[in-house]
T-cell receptor, first 116, second 111 residues
Framework: DAGITQSPRHKVTETGTPVTLRCHQT?????MYWYRQDPGHGLRLIHY???????DKGEVSDGYSVSRSKTEDFLLTLESATSSQTSVYFC???????????????FGPGTRLTVT | AQRVTQPEKLLSVFKGAPVELKCNYS??????LFWYVQYSRQRLQLLLR??SRESIKGFTADLNKGETSFHLKKPFAQEEDSAMYYC?????????????FGTGTRLLVSP
C-alpha cells in the first residue's frame, strides 16, 4: 500500500462548513495527488504536489485548497462544503514500480464524504 | 485535449466467457496507457500498462495507435474478476504523473 493512509475514512458534514481531509505517507514520496471519484466521471484530479510547499491545481480544483508543509502529509481542504462535493476522495503517490524504471500511482483507501 | 473514453458503464458476463473492456483515448503525442482495477472494498491498484506487454491475472491489453485504443481482454472470465476497471493515460513516464482517467466500467462475472 506504499504506506498511504487517509483520515477520516468517513465523514458527514453540513453545507457551508470547512472540512479538511488528511493524506499521510511514511515512505518519503515526493509526488502526491488528490482525486475525487464520482459515478459517471471516474477519477478526476483535484490538486497535486511535487514537493513540500509546491502544489498546483488539477482538473477540478474550484472550492478546494491544499497544503503540504511536510513531506509526509498532504491536506485537502473544502473551504465551504457544498452538496456537489459529496464524493469519495482518494489520495495517491507516484513511485517506481518495483524492479522497473517505470512509474505508477499507488492509492490510499479513500475517504467517503457526505455533505448534507 | 487529453481524453479517455470507456463506453460501457457495466459489462455483465458469465464465468468462462471472454471479456473485452473497451478504452479509447485522444492525445496528440505518445502517451503511456494503464488499466487500474478496484475490487470491492479495496484500493485502486494498477493492473497493467501498455509498455510492459505482459499478462496479469490472465488479462492483456494491446495499444493500437491507429485506432487510439487500449482494450482490456481476457479469454475466460472468473468470478473474482468482478470489479471496477479504469483506463488511464499519462502524457509521459516521469515521477510526476498527471493521470487522466476514463469513467470506468464495472465488470460483473456471474456463475
Amino acid at each position: 500500500d506504499a504506506g498511504i493512509t487517509q483520515s477520516p475514512r468517513h465523514k458527514v458534514t453540513e453545507t457551508g462548513t470547512p472540512v479538511t481531509l488528511r493524506c499521510h505517507q511514511t515512505e518519503n514520496h515526493r509526488y502526491m495527488y488528490w482525486y475525487r471519484q464520482d459515478p459517471g466521471h471516474g477519477l478526476r484530479l483535484i490538486h497535486y504536489s511535487y514537493g513540500v510547499k509546491d502544489t498546483d491545481k488539477g482538473e477540478v480544483s474550484d472550492g478546494y485548497s491544499v497544503s503540504r508543509s511536510k513531506t509526509e502529509d498532504f491536506l485537502l481542504t473544502l473551504e465551504s462544503a457544498t452538496s456537489s462535493q459529496t464524493s469519495v476522495y482518494f489520495c495517491a503517490i507516484s513511485e517506481r514500480t518495483s524492479g522497473s524504471t517505470r512509474y505508477e500511482q499507488y492509492f490510499g483507501p479513500g475517504t467517503r464524504l457526505t455533505v448534507t | 485535449a487529453q481524453r479517455v473514453t470507456q463506453p460501457e458503464k457495466l459489462l455483465s458476463v458469465f464465468k468462462g466467457a471472454p471479456v473485452e473492456l473497451k478504452c479509447n483515448y485522444s492525445y496528440s503525442g505518445s502517451p503511456e496507457l494503464f488499466w487500474y482495477v478496484q475490487y470491492s472494498r479495496q484500493r485502486l491498484q494498477l493492473l497493467l500498462r501498455h509498455i510492459s506487454r505482459e499478462s496479469i491475472k490472465g488479462f492483456t491489453a494491446d495499444l493500437n495507435k491507429g485506432e487510439t485504443s487500449f482494450h482490456l481482454k481476457k479469454p475466460f472470465a472468473q468470478e473474482e474478476d468482478s470489479a471496477m476497471y479504469y483506463c488511464a493515460l499519462s502524457p509521459m513516464n516521469t515521477g510526476f504523473q498527471k493521470l487522466v482517467f476514463g469513467t470506468g466500467t464495472r465488470l460483473l462475472v456471474s456463475p
